[in-house]
């Protein structure tokens, strides 16, 4: 009789730990997916782009070269 007892109450203390594990993990899923939603994204805009060194617009827009973004360098586009 007392075997049984133990054996019952093993199998409901491992059914508790089960659904408190799925309880946790469904917790912290959803702060995962709360924290990600949470991002922040910065934009530069600037209309004047003269006015923002060309190593700075470079930085900005993520471009490998700053020959683009350079004064000197706007001349020769049009030409081939």
Avoid at 2 to 16: G, P, S
Avoid at 17 to 35: G, N, P, T
């Amino acid at each position: 009789m007392r075997y049984k007892d133990i054996a019952m109450e093993r199998t409901n203390f491992t059914k508790n730990m089960k659904e408190q594990i799925r309880k946790m993990s469904w917790v912290f899923l959803m702060m995962l997916v709360l924290a990600s939603a949470c991002s922040k994204t910065t934009v530069i805009v600037n209309k004047d782009s003269k006015k923002v060194p060309p190593g700075q617009m470079k930085k900005a827009t993520g471009s490998k070269s700053a020959k683009n973004y350079a004064p000197g360098q706007q001349k020769k586009k049009g030409k081939h």
